[in-house]
């Protein structure tokens, strides 16, 4: 707020020994501006009956004066109550604009704003009897009363709008009105200018005064709070449908795509294992060998794109039974064991004899696992090694995939869940895959309600984590297992 209101304002609430605080009320939104209000109609009343008690006929200019300050303090006070709990736009600016006229006492009053594809000024809100012809008119900023007040971001008073070269008389024109005075303010919005608040033609043919000015200035700070959360709101509501929309298309791509590829896939893994039987040179089967392999790394990209969306599409779909993650580990170190062997990477584990039981889906649980088992080998150097271990805790049983390999960035720890990502330039990579991997296995684990970490130094090796939560059931039976034993 500029320098000449506050100082108009504090020259209004000139009876409270807490004026300093205006300027910092007129940044305020919403709730504190409505609590700032309401302390100073309490003021104004207080003053007031002070006054009554002291004057005999109560009947002083002081006191019609404080009076009538009072009585617009209070109706501010009630429209400021209604618009803090308004989640009608249109029907909160036309109250706007109705209240700018009575606070003020003028005869009509309008809402503008800037508009982004024209450089001007819009009305957004105006009295019904000109709201259809005025609201489609745009206003300039270089020659008319509410361009100057948006540029300068400061209040304008006019009480002789015929001497003034900056009325704009388009308006006018339009609607067979005459200006003869204008008071117009500002609206801010963090410090920045949104708009324009104007009343128009002061009734009884008086000038506009510092107290409508000030009256006016805090209506317009609540209008252009309302007017930009809303703006901010609308985008928010475009931004999610168009995610949504992208999430839609990106879902269609992968099925499609997943569907058109299986088909030939099968064919192709078909026809080569045939040849494969039926070829004795071992050159060519070496060769059939390639492939094989080539169409098998295809058709688990084409698995791991359509489960990931399978996934998310089901992600409370859990078939929980006991499970002992030990043997779980087990299977996910057997079914690597020959990926390990090809990239000459050492498994190894360190489990516990005790049982470590969850409540929890085999299936999914399993896959986490081997995903980080596998990531541990593809990120890894020749005679490195993968580690995994297990334990219980109070309510929970962690599992630790750990190895030396290349470790991962610091700058790329907290994307390294993200689907897709890859550490590698896609031209220079020396491990294939889409980068979903560890992606999957964070669904895995957040479907059991568990929670999934790393922490990795590059260059040195990293160690993946992860919660799973043991189940209520459980929990009961080893409680239970535990008295009958004591």
């Not at 050159?283 to 058709?299: D, T």
């Not at 057997?334 to 050492?346: F, I």
Request: aromatic share 6%; net charge negative; hydrophobic share 40%.
């Amino acid at each position: 707020m500029h320098t000449g209101t506050v100082h108009r304002l504090r020259m209004f609430f000139s009876c409270s020994d807490n004026a300093e605080f205006l300027g910092y009320a007129l940044y305020v939104q919403q709730s504190v501006l409505y609590n700032f209000v309401r302390f100073r109609t309490q003021q104004l009343r207080a003053c007031y009956n002070v006054v009554i008690d002291r004057t005999p006929n109560g009947e002083t200019f002081m006191l019609q004066t404080t009076n009538l300050r009072m009585q617009r303090m209070e109706r501010l006070l009630a429209v400021l109550r209604r618009l803090h709990q308004s989640d009608d736009l249109n029907a909160a600016l036309q109250e706007i604009v109705t209240t700018a006229c009575e606070l003020t006492q003028s005869e009509t009053s309008s809402i503008l704003v800037y508009e982004e594809e024209t450089g001007l000024l819009k009305f957004l809100a105006a009295p019904h009897q000109h709201a259809d012809m005025i609201l489609r008119q745009r206003i300039p900023l270089e020659s008319s009363v509410a361009g100057y007040v948006y540029t300068k971001g400061e209040p304008l008073v006019i009480n002789d709008a015929a001497a003034d070269g900056r009325i704009f008389h388009r308006v006018d024109e339009i609607t067979g009105y005459t200006t003869r005075s204008l008071l117009a303010v500002p609206l801010i919005y963090r410090q920045q200018t949104v708009g324009v608040l104007e009343v128009l033609n002061k009734k009884g043919g008086v000038p506009f005064t510092s107290d409508d000015a000030d009256l006016l200035t805090m209506l317009a700070i609540q209008t252009a709070t309302l007017i930009q959360e809303s703006l901010l709101q609308e985008q928010a509501a475009r931004t999610r449908q168009e995610m949504e929309d992208l999430e839609r298309m990106k879902a269609d791509f992968v099925a499609i795509t997943s569907h058109e590829l299986r088909t030939p896939l099968g064919l192709i893994l078909g026809h080569a294992s045939l040849l494969d039987e039926m070829v004795s040179d071992e050159a060519q089967r070496e060769q059939i060998q390639v492939i094989i392999n080539s169409a098998r790394r295809l058709k688990k990209i084409v698995d791991d794109l359509s489960g990931m969306e399978e996934m998310l599409k089901n992600r409370s779909k859990i078939r929980r039974e006991v499970v002992d993650v030990k043997d779980v580990i087990h299977a996910a170190l057997v079914n690597l064991a020959g990926l390990a062997l090809r990239k000459k990477v050492h498994l190894a584990n360190r489990l516990p004899a005790e049982p470590i039981e969850v409540e929890g889906d085999r299936e999914k649980i399993y896959i986490a696992v081997c995903n980080l088992v596998e990531n541990g080998i593809l990120f890894n150097n020749e005679n490195g090694q993968v580690q995994v271990s297990a334990e219980n805790l109070p309510g929970y049983v962690r599992v630790s995939v750990a190895d030396n390999g290349i470790g991962i960035p610091a700058h790329a720890v907290h994307r390294i869940f993200e689907p897709f990502f890859q550490l590698e330039h896609h031209l220079t990579r020396r491990t294939g895959g889409m980068g979903l991997g560890l992606a999957v296995a964070k669904v895995m684990v957040e479907l059991h309600g568990g929670q999934i970490w790393v922490e990795s130094l590059e260059g040195k090796g990293s160690n993946f984590t992860f919660l799973l939560p043991k189940g209520t059931r459980l929990q009961n039976r080893q409680r239970e297992a535990v008295k009958e034993a004591a």
